[in-house]
């Protein structure tokens, strides 16, 4: 448990939920309620082992944070995560109610493990070491069946090294889902291509003649939209969205809208990860406070050419 202040609190409460959820409570020295609450607030930081870090904030010594978060009445505990509010009570409640409350909203000790795996295997691959990181990965989804990150990252590992089948494996369950998540979409149309241009041994011979069907007749859209497949298998991604956008330049509705579907789903398989938790971002509490310092962010190369293509794609479909 730490007492924080205004001075303290970007360090204490901010960048510290970047890595681990913060459970901020709101209290005052003549506060009853507050101090029946508090024990059990601290006793339940002890029985979770570092899954959520407690801190206390006097609100009448720290009217600034008190309003920032618009409490009306305490005890208020608000949990933020990622330097965010994302739930919070009023009141003084019984250790079973604020376990429940913890329960629901700080990951589990499994979901820990599986996301140490996760961060440990992305750090393998940096290294080169993709044999590692997939053992790694597979452990993470093994833990946590339900870590999505793991899952797009185990399946983006075995396409990048031509092991498909497991790959297929791997995303079916993702693909029952309703609606998809647009990512597994994305990498289920990647194996697709794949799949699709191992019929073809000589993949550049095979765009010749693609390419020579599209001279003699501009609306041969399934020689078109061959080409970016096999472009896509071949890592060359803006000529196969050049390609595709083509086609939705002469006939929207070509295939049942495939060709938009293929350009949204390489887009979202070029567009950069996120950043990671800890890095530096602008954001607000609900009450207006600046939670962040303001930092100049110059724009990801990959990140502007994917915002390039959106926009193409949105003046085409518009």
């Known amino acids: 448990m730490i007492d924080v202040t205004l001075q303290n609190f970007e360090t204490e409460v901010i960048a510290a939920s970047m890595e681990t959820p913060v459970l901020v409570d709101f209290w005052a020295p003549w506060c ?10 601290e006793q339940l930081e002890v029985e979770f082992a570092g899954r959520f870090k407690l801190v206390k904030i006097d609100s009448d010594q720290e009217q600034q944070l008190a309003q920032a978060f618009g409490v009306q009445s305490i005890p208020t505990c608000v949990l933020l995560v990622g330097g965010k509010p994302v739930d919070g009570f009023m009141g003084a409640m019984p250790a079973g109610k604020v376990r429940e409350f913890l329960n629901k909203n700080v990951p589990s000790e499994e979901e ?3 996301e140490i795996d996760t ?16 053992e790694k990965l597979g452990e993470a989804l093994a833990i946590n069946p339900a ?55 000589d993949l550049t011979g095979a765009i010749a003649q693609f ?26 991604w803006t000529a196969a969205l ?38 530096a971002a602008v954001g607000k509490t609900a009450g207006g406070i600046e939670l962040m310092g303001k930092s100049a962010v110059q724009e990801d190369p990959q990140a502007a050419l994917v915002s390039t293509y959106r926009r193409r794609l949105s003046m085409m479909l518009n």
Not at 32 to 41: D, E
Not at 211 to 232: G, Q, W
């Open 32 to 41: 009853a309620p507050c101090k029946s609450l508090g024990p059990i607030l």
């Open 242 to 279: 050049d390609e595709l956008l083509e086609i939705i330049l002469r006939d929207k509705k070509w295939a049942d809208e495939a060709p938009r579907k293929a350009v949204v789903a390489i887009l979202e398989l070029l567009t950069p990860p996120p950043p990671k938790a800890g890095a």
């Open 119 to 134: 961060e440990e295997a992305e750090a393998l691959i940096e290294q080169g070491n993709p044999a590692a990181a997939l």
């Open 112 to 114: 820990i493990a599986a």
């Open 211 to 236: 390419d020579s069907k599209i001279a003699e007749n501009k609306r041969d859209f399934d020689s078109r939209f061959a080409k970016a497949r096999v472009l896509m298998a071949l890592d060359e």
């Open 147 to 201: 870590n999505d990150d793991a899952r797009f990252d185990y399946v983006k590992l075995l396409v990048q090294h031509g092991q498909l089948a497991p790959a297929q494996a791997a995303l079916a369950p993702t693909l029952t889902r309703i609606p998809v998540p647009l990512r597994f979409t994305a990498l289920s149309q990647w194996i697709n291509a794949l799949e699709f241009a191992a019929n073809y041994q």
